[in-house]
């Protein structure tokens, strides 16, 4: 293959040559200014076109400029402005150059090939890029986080709302059903793992039941995008159409996200430094009920308040409860209000031959509840070194080490998620503190035993953490042999390692209550994840301008990946006071081990071609792939794309108006070990067997397969004002990856096909104006908006309808069924006659209302649609002065959620409006005014809930409410601080912000946040709520000092 | 002297060409998945059917922890009572087939293990030089056996939805319901292959037996227990006709009437019961049983006393007169470190009869063979000797007082399920014979009845039998073939 590649490009390098011209040489200077800000511009690119000439700005916005004698062409470009063409004739030798500031992004550089790019106003694709001021208006938790609402066509679904993150990233709709469902990430050349794996948190919080199981997806779990640290990135560009991300062969479906980190510029070292001072509060918690009596307690529902019976009578002796004792439970315990930092320091210079980037950050996000907190130092250094005219190399190297204390939270089984515990215990009960002895006080409520948990007790004496220990590196050496008037031949060389180490530790002592659940008193887990990725990649590029008004690039390569991970974990229970090893434990020891690995082979072939001065653009490629995933190791399966853009120019009304449209296709490999027919150990009275496994691997196996459909266009008009750009698209999933049961009397569980499709349609808009650019004020406004629809065309009909992400089956789930839409939430529903019940009805006939003759019959039917209607984001930026103000919105209309956390309230009555009347208002979507005028008096609407939902084989729509909401996602309000101020500490410049993250939202939806939900992590968006570790609403002070 | 940089260029190029393809090479595609084993390393030898027969033991035992308790909460021995769950999951009153939504328990680990025997007989059949023809029956004799036992707990779970009796090995290749009749037929004529089999056996299996099988298993089931050794074909056999005695006194209930009680007359005297006379408190442990541990793999007996397992034993057992003066009472019956309370019921009663994560349970043991030879003689022999059966059980496992002679059916029916209560408490037989005996209306009589404030649906009434889950029948319905969706979907 190689061979066959090499000899392509000796094809290609001997029919390109052309001879240089020869003339006497000529001088001009000038200034570069911005044309808003009247600044000088640094670091200004100045070529002469067709004259074999180029350079730079220095700081003061100057240049000199040595070129053959003649008229020049010069091109002039600068990160963050529209490019310029000037005409210097003959006798000219000084220029002055004005330059528009881009505010349409038109010089973003996109990605069209392995090694290939255009420029945005020539894309043909619509492409998404956020850049660093964006991503950091305000310090997140996580990449995934930062990323929030600044790519129109994702959605990212954090795992709840504890420090850290942890999150999903779905970009234009769910692409698989089973199989990989994250983007793929590229940073500066090197494939990077966004693995996520458990630290073996099931051990305690028995979330999916089991004893001895160590790890489940509902472990809370970060994923490795987290150890990104926002603040070393330049931009984010991400490919979402099959049309670009075809260039990434059988890992692109889910699309690419391509991140490049800041580089050095020549000059003078300057060295920069940030300093950020924070602290957090909830966003938003549930409230509690309030008792006065000790009846109330003794009477909430399944007798969960029975156990504190004695204590209730012998602190309440009156059996009166006064106000003042009444504690919001979460409110006392989600309250740490530490400082969180941030400290940020970089150093950037160079001469003209060797550049470097250098970053050091140290990150505390001091989480709400205590002992939880998550820490990033990392280390970044980029150099980037000319060896000559034909050959460079630029480098990459980061180390990053990231520290997660997220104590537990999510579903559990044993109370030790304080949320889920909460729900159970009646705020009557102060567990914060502690005795003479320093002991805490056994939570009483909720059986008062093992089960029950003091929450303060356990946060303060389990250990959660995560150590993660990354390195990063990459490097491309690219080789110029031609450069020429027309002809323009790269080679270069990629290479990327990914390495990381994340070693978990989970303690929990014997003496805690919650301890003996399994009938093991004290348990301690030791986990380690050693992940190692490399990927290498060779390149030829052959650029050919020979044709006036005309580009045409030409490029192949081939490329190699590796993906290896090694899981294991030690579970030991039974511990003595004071025992933390993993040798101590007086059960037998658990062991657990994964080994994943995955090696692809990939050769590629692209062709762009700019025509017709620059109006037409066409790209066009092919990739073969083949991986050891696959059923079928030797077959490349091939992804071929194509697509075009035409700029009309000034066209009617608009200044400038552009179509495009595009057709590729993109793979999604299968799991490891879907191929493998392999058998499952067991030991029975100390000796081995094998018995068949639950899922029989198919040999067969081939990679899911996403065939896309877009067009669109981006419109410039008044006056370049108003920029809109909008996509269609559409996205056939065909050869999904599915786990079908089949009929368990087979004595098979399930088998692994490819089969089914999922069609999706959506449309994405993005409307940036500038309603306000002169003088002192410069106001820009970014509007996007999305939404799509996904819905299962065929499955065949050996598969039956399945819900695609276990979980719990008794309350909602999804369902992939034919014909159906993918995001609807289905549960049980009371029928009467087979006519549909109102909300409400099951309470009525449970109490014998005759307003409820007829008895009722659930069946599975869908209670709501995880979709929501669209999404839109709002962001600005407002500059008047020396005062800058950033912040974006973020409106959800719809998309719904099943809120199981306010399910468990109602069920340990405690919610906060459990004892209000039920009216129209409050009571659950789909209540009707029938029902509700037959509720007899007196009825508390926790208990109305709580018995709608489960009386008459339960109905799941009473907890299934609107997600929708309106958010301030992030803002910021920055101070350029006068010259003198910056002066007087020996500084260059200085700069003062406030920043906000979450700082508000407002939403019909009743629990911590409708955007945290998902009950484990799934494809296809499980929309469920249950106990998740509220999120926070974080402020900074930051300022920032450049030497 | 551009060409000659590129062919400086193309000559640097040719070593990094050679060096990845090699790297490009298919070979380097092969990855082997390390993370679960398979036969292909042991065909056709000694150690694969080693490997397979114990893989179909250790799923028969796994299995049997879902049969104890699920069998214990229908036939209302047993309540779990884990607070947090009050209302969604399960609580005493609540059968787990309502709460699970489809049924699926007691079913899929079978038709598993049913693949497993399938298995196991292969591997069998295409190990040719490695085993001789006498150790090849002998090993034939343990898995018909147990594709007997698997196939029995099915018929139970479904009772007149009936079973289904072929595996084929094609996970698409769906087979029809067969009647419970059917099926008893099915289960008895596998047992007697298997005695067959273990007849032509010789003396010794090309395999060790788990613990179970071999003497007293220990781990504080019956103390003091007699073992019972079913380590050779022989002895095997006994065990193969012990649960022929079983198998044919619970068709004989269900309709088949005296014949069915004279089989298992007959099966009993060729099984390992002791008969009458031979009866003591020591023996009534002697039998075969499955054994647990808490290794890697292996699995735990999670029935033991309430202590974090939240298992407590349903206290309408309190109201049998002198009840607490019963020795079995005494043995498998202690007071619970913490009371339980759920949905306003309340246990301050736990169960002890599987001390520890490790204490074995009995497949069948000579206690409950002694119950099954009083039922056939009662219905089909010496009523006499029946209530000489009878009253060794009283005398001797619960220490009570010899009873006079039955008055009628109903009057024995009633004695010997106060029999099986105690002395079979939570080992999967209570559900099964009250509904045999007595019918649904016996079973409805189970019926809890709710302390306060909560509606009971007629649905929570004790399951008389589970449904079929609803991922076999959307299987079914997804062949298009309506004649398989059968009964129960």
């Known amino acids: 293959m190689f061979a066959r590649a090499v000899k392509l490009g000796l094809i290609a390098l001997a029919l390109t040559t052309a001879p240089a011209a020869s003339q006497l040489p000529r001088q001009v200077t000038g200034t570069v200014t911005g044309a808003s800000s009247k600044r000088p511009i640094a670091e200004v690119s100045i070529v002469a076109v067709g004259a074999n000439a180029a350079t730079r700005t220095n700081a003061e916005g100057k240049f000199t400029l040595t070129a053959a004698a003649g008229e020049l062409r010069l091109l002039v470009r600068a990160i963050g402005f529209v490019r310029k063409e000037v005409t210097v004739p003959v006798n000219q030798t000084t220029v002055d150059i004005v330059l528009n500031e881009d505010i349409f992004r038109l010089e973003e550089i996109v990605t069209t090939g392995q090694a290939t790019t255009i420029a945005k106003r020539n894309a043909t694709t619509a492409s998404v890029s956020v850049e660093a001021e964006d991503l950091v208006r305000a310090p997140a938790q996580s990449l995934d986080q930062a990323l929030q609402g600044k790519v129109p066509g994702a959605q990212i679904f954090l795992n709840g709302g504890g420090p850290g993150g942890g999150a999903q990233i779905q970009i234009r709709g769910a692409s698989s059903i089973l199989g990989n469902s994250q983007p793929l990430f590229v940073l500066d050349g090197a494939i990077i793992s966004n693995d996520g794996f458990s630290g073996g948190l099931n051990a305690l919080s028995f979330a999916t039941g089991g004893s001895g199981v160590t790890t489940s997806n509902q472990d809370a779990i970060v994923n490795r995008l987290s150890d990104i640290n926002p603040n070393e990135i330049e931009s984010i560009e991400v490919l979402k159409s099959a049309a670009a991300t075809a260039i990434y062969g059988s890992r692109a479906t889910n699309g690419v996200v391509v991140i490049k980190t800041k580089r050095g510029t020549a000059g003078n070292t300057k060295v920069s430094i940030t300093q950020r001072l924070g602290t957090q509060n909830p966003l938003r918690l549930m409230g509690t009920r309030q008792f006065s009596t000790v009846q109330q307690v003794l009477d909430i529902p399944f007798g969960n308040g029975l156990s504190g019976k004695d204590w209730m009578n012998a602190t309440f002796p009156g059996g009166q409860i006064p106000a003042s004792a009444n504690i919001d439970l979460a409110k006392q315990f989600y309250s740490n209000k530490d400082p969180s930092y941030e400290t940020i320091a970089s150093m950037t210079g160079g001469t003209e031959k060797f550049q470097f980037f250098s970053s050091i950050t140290n990150r505390k996000e001091v989480g709400l509840a205590p002992n939880t907190g998550a820490q990033l130092q990392a280390f970044r250094f980029n150099g980037d070194q000319k060896f000559s005219k034909y050959f460079s190399v630029q480098l990459s190297g980061n180390v990053t080490r990231n520290i997660l204390d997220r104590g537990v939270s999510g579903n559990e089984n044993n109370c030790s998620s304080p949320i889920y515990c909460m729900a159970y215990t009646p705020g009557v009960i102060d567990l914060s503190q502690k005795n003479d002895l320093g002991q805490y006080p056994i939570n009483v409520f909720n059986g008062g035993g093992v089960g029950s948990s003091n929450w303060y007790d356990e946060f303060d004496n389990i250990k959660n953490r995560q150590s993660i220990f990354r390195q990063l590196a990459s490097g491309t050496l690219t080789f110029t042999p031609l450069e020429s008037q027309a002809n323009r031949v790269v080679m270069s060389v990629v290479g990327g390692v990914d390495h990381y180490v994340q070693d978990s530790y989970i303690l929990s002592p014997p003496f805690l209550q919650l301890e003996g659940f399994d009938g093991f008193k004290g348990r301690v887990v030791q986990s380690t994840v050693n992940g190692l990725n490399y990927n290498s990649q060779f390149n030829t590029v052959w650029t050919y301008t020979g044709i006036k008004g005309s580009s045409f690039t030409t490029s192949a390569g081939a490329a190699l990946e590796r993906q290896q991970t090694n899981f294991y974990d030690i579970l030991a229970r039974g511990l003595l006071p004071g025992q933390t090893n993993v040798q101590q434990g007086s059960a037998p020891i658990a062991v657990t081990q994964q080994f994943q690995e995955f090696r692809d082979q990939a050769v590629f072939a692209n062709e762009q071609i700019l025509t017709l001065d620059g109006k037409l653009s066409l790209n066009g490629g092919v990739r073969a792939d083949r991986s050891s995933a696959n059923g079928d190791r030797s077959k490349f399966y091939i992804f071929p794309r194509g697509s075009a853009a035409y700029n009309f120019g000034a066209f009617g009304p608009f200044s400038s108006f552009k179509l495009r449209g595009g057709v590729g296709r993109s793979g999604n490999r299968p799991r490891f070990g879907d191929r493998d027919l392999l058998g499952t150990p067991v030991l029975v009275g100390g000796q081995q067997g094998i018995?068949?496994?639950?899922?029989?691997?198919?040999?067969?196996?081939?990679?899911?397969?996403?065939?896309?459909?877009?067009?669109?266009?981006?419109?410039?008009?008044?006056?370049?004002?108003?920029?809109?750009?909008?996509?269609?698209?559409?996205?056939?999933?065909?050869?999904?990856?599915?786990?079908?049961?089949?009929?368990?009397?087979?004595?098979?569980?399930?088998?692994?096909?490819?089969?089914?499709?999922?069609?999706?349609?959506?449309?994405?808009?993005?409307?940036?104006?500038?309603?306000?650019?002169?003088?002192?004020?410069?106001?820009?406004?970014?509007?996007?908006?999305?939404?799509?629809?996904?819905?299962?065309?065929?499955?065949?009909?050996?598969?039956?309808?399945?819900?695609?992400?276990?979980?719990?089956?008794?309350?909602?789930?999804?369902?992939?069924?034919?014909?159906?839409?993918?995001?609807?939430?289905?549960?049980?529903?009371?029928?009467?006659?087979?006519?549909?019940?109102?909300?409400?009805?099951?309470?009525?006939?449970?109490?014998?209302?005759?307003?409820?003759?007829?008895?009722?019959?659930?069946?599975?039917?869908?209670?709501?649609?995880?979709?929501?209607?669209?999404?839109?984001?709002?962001?600005?930026q407002v500059t008047y002065k020396r005062l800058t103000l950033g912040f974006s919105v973020d409106w959800r209309k719809g998309g719904d959620v099943f809120n199981f956390t306010q399910q468990i309230l109602d069920e340990g009555g405690t919610s906060k409006d459990y004892d209000e009347a039920v009216t129209l208002d409050n009571a659950p979507r789909g209540t009707t005014a029938e029902v509700i005028a037959a509720i007899p008096a007196g009825t508390k609407l926790g208990e109305f809930r709580l018995r709608a939902y489960q009386e008459g084989g339960r109905d799941s729509r009473v907890y299934t409410q609107d997600g929708g909401y309106v958010r301030l996602r992030d803002i910021s309000l920055s101070f350029e601080a006068p010259r003198d101020w910056a002066r007087a500490i020996r500084a260059g410049s200085m700069r003062f912000s406030l920043q906000g993250r979450n700082v508000l939202m407002f939403t019909k939806y009743t629990a911590f946040d409708p955007e945290n939900v998902r009950r484990g992590s799934q494809n296809i968006r499980q929309a469920m709520d249950l106990a998740s570790f509220p999120g926070s609403r974080q402020f900074y002070f930051s300022i920032d000092l450049g030497f | 002297m551009r060409y000659s940089n590129v062919k400086r260029a193309l000559r640097a190029m040719i070593p990094a060409a050679v060096v990845l393809s090699s790297a490009c090479s298919v070979d380097s595609l092969t990855v082997p998945n390390k993370n679960a084993p398979n036969l292909s390393g042991t065909q056709n030898s000694r150690a694969a059917v080693n490997l397979a027969v114990l893989g179909m033991l250790s799923l028969a035992r796994n299995n049997?922890?879902?049969?104890?308790?699920?069998?214990?909460?229908?036939?209302?021995?047993?309540?779990?009572?884990?607070?947090?769950?009050?209302?969604?999951?399960?609580?005493?009153?609540?059968?787990?087939?309502?709460?699970?939504?489809?049924?699926?328990?007691?079913?899929?680990?079978?038709?598993?293990?049913?693949?497993?025997?399938?298995?196991?007989?292969?591997?069998?059949?295409?190990?040719?030089?490695?085993?001789?023809?006498?150790?090849?029956?002998?090993?034939?004799?343990?898995?018909?056996?147990?594709?007997?036992?698997?196939?029995?707990?099915?018929?139970?779970?479904?009772?007149?939805?009936?079973?289904?009796?072929?595996?084929?090995?094609?996970?698409?290749?769906?087979?029809?319901f067969v009647s419970r009749d059917s099926g008893y037929k099915f289960v008895t004529a596998i047992l007697d292959s298997g005695l067959a089999a273990l007849n032509a056996g010789g003396s010794a299996f090309p395999f060790t037996l788990p613990g179970g099988f071999i003497g007293n298993p220990g781990g504080g089931f019956a103390p003091g227990a007699v073992g019972f050794d079913a380590s050779t074909p022989a002895t095997f056999a006994k065990f193969n006709r012990a649960l022929k005695a079983r198998v044919e006194v619970y068709r004989a209930s269900i309709g088949c009437g005296a014949?069915?009680?004279?089989?298992?007359?007959?099966?009993?005297?060729?099984?390992?019961?002791?008969?009458?006379?031979?009866?003591?408190?020591?023996?009534?442990?002697?039998?075969?049983?499955?054994?647990?541990?808490?290794?890697?793999?292996?699995?735990?007996?999670?029935?033991?006393?309430?202590?974090g397992q939240f298992n407590y034993i349903n206290t309408t057992i309190k109201t049998v007169p002198n009840v607490t003066a019963d020795l079995r009472y005494q043995e498998k019956i202690g007071p619970a470190a913490l009371v339980g309370a759920v949905e306003g019921f309340t246990s301050d009663i736990e169960p002890t009869v599987y001390a520890s994560f490790s204490a074995p349970s009995p497949i069948i043991r000579n206690e409950e063979l002694i119950l099954k030879y009083a039922e056939a003689q009662y219905f089909a022999g010496s009523q006499s000797e029946a209530l000489a059966a009878i009253n060794a059980v009283r005398t001797l496992s619960g220490g009570l007082a010899p009873r006079g002679a039955f008055t009628d059916a109903n009057d024995f029916k009633t004695e010997l399920l106060a029999q099986v209560r105690l002395s079979l408490l939570f080992e999967g037989h209570r559900w099964v014979d009250v509904r045999r005996l007595l019918g649904n209306a016996g079973l409805a009589n189970l019926r809890l009845t709710y302390p306060s404030g909560i509606n009971e649906p007629a649905e929570w009434s004790v399951a008389t039998s589970l449904p079929v889950p609803s991922g076999e029948c959307d299987a079914r319905k997804g062949t298009g073939n309506p004649a398989l969706a059968g009964p129960g979907c």
Not at chain 1, 718 to 732: D, H, P, W
Not at chain 1, 775 to 804: C, E, M
Not at chain 2, 149 to 167: A, F
Request: charge should be neutral; aromatic fraction near 10%.
């Open chain 2, 259 to 307: 014949p069915c009680y004279q089989a298992a007359l007959t099966a009993l005297g060729a099984s390992f019961f002791t008969g009458v006379a031979g009866f003591t408190k020591a023996n009534r442990a002697l039998g075969v049983y499955h054994v647990y541990s808490a290794a890697t793999n292996d699995v735990t007996n999670g029935y033991i006393p309430a202590q």
């Open chain 1, 691 to 876: 018995i068949v496994p639950g899922t029989v691997g198919n040999p067969l196996i081939k990679p899911e397969t996403l065939t896309e459909f877009e067009a669109g266009t981006d419109l410039t008009f008044l006056k370049e004002r108003v920029q809109l750009e909008a996509t269609y698209y559409e996205r056939n999933i065909t050869d999904q990856l599915l786990n079908p049961a089949v009929a368990p009397s087979s004595g098979f569980g399930a088998v692994v096909v490819n089969a089914g499709k999922l069609k999706t349609k959506g449309f994405e808009a993005g409307l940036t104006v500038v309603p306000y650019n002169s003088g002192n004020i410069q106001w820009t406004a970014v509007t996007s908006f999305q939404k799509n629809n996904q819905r299962v065309t065929d499955l065949p009909a050996f598969i039956p309808p399945f819900n695609p992400s276990g979980g719990n089956s008794g309350s909602t789930r999804p369902r992939i069924i034919s014909g159906q839409v993918t995001t609807k939430i289905w549960g049980l529903a009371p029928y009467v006659n087979g006519v549909r019940a109102p909300v409400g009805y099951t309470f009525l006939r449970a109490i014998g209302s005759s307003a409820a003759p007829t008895a009722v019959t659930a069946l599975d039917s869908i209670v709501g649609d995880a979709n929501p209607t669209f999404q839109m984001f709002f962001n600005n």
């Open chain 2, 64 to 176: 049997e922890q879902g049969w104890l308790g699920s069998a214990a909460a229908y036939g209302r021995e047993y309540w779990l009572m884990q607070p947090q769950f009050g209302g969604t999951i399960s609580g005493p009153a609540r059968d787990w087939k309502v709460a699970s939504l489809n049924g699926s328990g007691l079913w899929g680990g079978y038709f598993r293990n049913l693949r497993d025997v399938a298995v196991a007989k292969q591997v069998l059949d295409t190990s040719s030089a490695s085993l001789s023809a006498a150790e090849k029956s002998a090993a034939r004799g343990v898995i018909y056996t147990f594709e007997a036992l698997e196939q029995l707990h099915v018929i139970l779970s479904r009772d007149t939805v009936g079973t289904v009796t072929q595996v084929t090995g094609t996970p698409t290749d769906v087979r029809p």
